[in-house]
């Protein structure tokens, strides 16, 4: 598709979503997530051949929250391959995002990565025993390469406020380590996932480190491996069924394309060989997802034609 365009589609779908800004309601369970202004909204496109297409709040940092959970899946599974699967399901959940009922029946096995509970282990996973700090410079080193953006941090009165506040998500930790299902520290694999979870990036940023979710593993503007075109389609696979929570199904039905959320009101979406795509507005659909954000990414579907199926 020409650049002049993707333009005057990302700028048509800015355009659209002005009627909805505001709409859904900002996750006011993190206190520092609750002073978010609802009412805007931004996308970028950045595309396998290099192109970029940005428009509303497609520059302003936000905070990425469970969009982080799929960058440290890929750490993980190239740490662990395999084994990974025998601590945690690939099973979309049917439940809210930090339900505690499901784990006790599961005896521990959370039901996929992208719950709370999926991503306390693939967090423990990448910590690995290590000191908290390392693995948390890890992940934003990550992050930093991927979107190749110095500027990708951490908001650390986000962590913190996460952390005050963090009550079910200590529970779930505590609860995975009745079941062993933790090897290290509860509060170290708690403040590794707090910070990954307050990683502040901006829709541009985000799609540029998606990118190679796009393209088989490669990362087709630096040319690094980020992991294999195996466990590429793989975790595509499992942010299709389950990177939407409850919603999963109803996001497959409206966009159709393999996507992760956060309740920052971020979605990172892949359209396979195409692009990545970042949406962002704070208001939030009753399952924890952006409500303008899944209306844009619908729209932009339908006007590229860009869905899997
Ligand atoms: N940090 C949030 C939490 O643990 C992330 C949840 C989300 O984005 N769905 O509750």
């Not at 006011?28 to 909204?41: K, N």
């Amino acid at each position: 598709m020409p650049q002049e365009d993707l333009d005057a589609i990302v700028a048509e779908v800015a355009r659209d979503m002005r009627a909805h800004l505001g709409e859904g309601k900002v996750a006011d369970y993190i206190p520092a997530l609750a002073r978010v202004d609802p009412r805007q909204f931004g996308i970028a496109v950045v595309t396998c051949d290099g192109r970029v297409a940005v428009a509303g709040d497609g520059d302003t940092p936000f905070s990425i929250q469970s969009v982080s959970k799929v960058f440290t899946l890929v750490l993980a599974i190239n740490r662990l391959d395999e084994a990974l699967w025998k601590r945690v399901g690939r099973e979309p959940s049917g439940s809210r995002f930090n339900s505690i009922v499901q784990l006790e029946q599961e005896l521990g096995i959370p039901r996929n990565p992208f719950i709370n509970a999926g991503a306390l282990v693939v967090t423990d996973a990448v910590l690995a025993g290590g000191a908290p700090s390392e693995a948390i410079a890890d992940i934003a080193g990550f992050l930093r390469r991927l979107a190749m953006d110095e500027a990708v941090s951490i908001d650390p009165e986000v962590a913190a406020s996460e952390e005050a506040t963090g009550y079910r998500n200590a529970s779930l930790g505590y609860f995975l380590r009745a079941f062993d299902n933790l090897h290290s520290p509860v509060p170290d694999v708690l403040e590794v996932y707090f910070n990954q979870c307050a990683l502040r990036m901006t829709c541009r940023q985000l799609a540029r480190a998606g990118l190679f979710l796009a393209q088989d593993g490669l990362d087709p503007l630096n040319h690094m491996q980020v992991t294999s075109p195996e466990r590429t389609r793989r975790i595509n696979a499992i942010m299709m069924t389950c990177g939407h929570y409850d919603a999963s199904g109803e996001f497959a039905y409206r966009v159709g394309l393999p996507g992760k959320s956060g309740v920052g009101g971020g979605i990172l979406a892949i359209a396979p060989r195409r692009a990545a795509i970042a949406v962002w507005s704070p208001g939030l659909c009753e399952a924890g997802n952006s409500l303008v954000g899944q209306l844009a990414l619908q729209r932009f579907v339908a006007l590229t034609g860009w869905s899997v199926f």
